[in-house]
C-alpha cells in the first residue's frame, strides 16, 4: 500500500509539472507527459490505474465485461453471460422471457 501511495504522489507531482509545462512555453507543439501521464483535451493527467475487473474506458475505471464461453453470449441489460438457444440440452428448452434453459414439460 505504501508503494502505491508513493507511486501515486510522483505520478500527480509529474503531471503537475507537465501540465505547467505544457501551458507556458510549449503552447502549439506536441505535448509530452511524462510516465504515468496522458494527453487529454491538451494538457497532461494522471493515468488511471485500475483494480482487478475493471480496464480504463475513457480515462476513468468501469468494470471489464465477462468473457462469455461457448453457448452463452453476453447480456447487456445484467452485463452477464446468459445461454443461448444452443445451449440448451436435450430435455430443456430455451425461454427467452428469462434467457435460460427450461425444462421440457409435457402437455
Known sequence: MKNVKMHFFAVMAATS????????CNRGRDLECADGAVEKDGACVAEAICGEGTVVMNGSCVPQEPECGEGTVLSSST?????TRDACAEGTSFDGATDSCVPDTEV
Open 17 to 24: 509539472l507537465a501540465a505547467m509545462v505544457s501551458t507556458g
Open 79 to 83: 452485463n452477464t453471460c446468459v445461454p
